[in-house]
């Protein structure tokens, strides 16, 4: 999509939105329409529009709802939103007739050369530390081990400040749908290991964290979880690496059927925030019972719950997610 249609429906759109300021070449800023903005003060503007790769996003700094610029309009000005629809079809209209069909993309192979747990022997440390964990078995094949994390880093060309430490280390990739690599995670599970435990690297500063990407089914309930470790415990799973469910929401899964899974952290003002967000917006999420004492998945799976039983009876939406999670965070 041209960035000048984009554009041209923030400049509309910026009409009606209070404060409403370009604040440099591709970032707009105003006042959320989503949370109303500071309450204190009447002129303060939280609400952006950005650019992110080639589209437009918005975020608000205060309530941290995030769209894309299509699911704003879809959700804040119908109407615009109907118009934006079929100005884009009329754009891939002309681009379709005008130009020659694309060579279809090939499957990039996966360029992690390591080891994956799957091969390594059952009394390597590897293979101990993913089946002490109760990891599931299709999950070992994707896992790779090494102790030279830099060594293999510098084959890819990736560089870190960190220096080698030959501690032990599970590798956990991330690819985009065509299976080329866009990162990895770098943990170290030795028990003394604190410095640099986790170390997340991307093959560009561009490259988005969404572990599992490359897995999911589009046409199935996809679940988006915290942890990469954790997606495994749930079918057709995506990890943010973060607690940010909402910016990959956004981003790869707004017209999808989907379940937003925090970890169980009633004092974490991260996931409470975005958790609440996620409620605002009438999304599927999954409210822990209160005699939950596990954090994650993982935790769960290990104290000897059933995970997909567990997320399937405990999530809600609507007035009954706003309760439970009144009373969740005041775990």
């Known amino acids: ?154 084959e890819l060309g990736w560089s870190y400040a960190l220096p080698e430490d030959h501690g032990p280390r599970l590798i956990l990739p991330w690819y985009d749908r065509q299976g080329g690599l866009l990162g990895a995670q770098a943990r170290r599970i030795d028990a003394t290991g604190s410095a640099g435990r986790y170390v997340t690297l991307k093959c560009d500063h561009e490259a988005d964290k969404i572990y599992g990407w490359d897995r999911v089914d589009y046409h199935r309930l996809i679940y988006v979880v915290e942890g990469p470790l954790d997606s495994w415990f749930l079918p057709n799973a995506v990890a943010s690496m973060d607690s940010d469910l909402l910016r990959i929401r956004d981003k790869y899964f707004a017209e999808h059927a989907a379940v937003y899974v925090w970890d169980n952290e009633p004092r974490n003002k991260a996931v409470v925030e975005n958790l609440g967000a996620a409620i605002e917006q009438g999304l599927s999420v999954v409210i822990w019972p209160k005699t939950m004492a596990q954090k994650d998945l993982n935790d769960m799976s290990q104290a000897g719950y059933s995970v997909e039983t567990l997320v399937r009876e405990n999530t809600f939406r609507g007035l009954r997610a706003e309760l439970e999670f009144s009373r969740w965070k005041l775990l």
Not at 40 to 46: C, E, G, I, L, P
Not at 58 to 85: D, M, T, V, W
Not at 120 to 132: I, N
Not at 135 to 148: R, W
């Open 1 to 154: 999509m041209s960035l000048w249609l984009e554009e041209k429906y923030i400049s509309l759109v910026g009409a009606n939105l209070a404060y409403f300021h370009k604040q440099s070449r591709n970032t707009y800023t105003f006042r959320c329409p989503f949370c109303g903005d500071s309450q204190k003060s009447a002129n303060r503007t939280r609400g952006y529009f950005f650019l992110y790769g080639q589209k437009y996003f918005f975020k608000c700094h205060n309530c941290n709802a995030s769209k894309s610029l299509r699911g704003f309009l879809r959700i804040q000005y119908p109407e615009l939103y109907r118009e934006y629809q079929l100005d884009v079809l009329r754009q891939e209209r002309v681009v379709t007739e005008s130009v020659a069909p694309p060579t279809p993309v090939i499957p990039v192979a996966p360029p992690v050369t390591l080891p994956t747990i799957a091969s390594l022997p059952a009394d390597h440390e590897g293979a101990l530390y993913c089946r002490g964990r109760g990891l599931p078995e299709a999950s070992l094949s994707h896992l790779h081990f090494t102790s030279e994390w830099t060594v293999w880093m510098a």
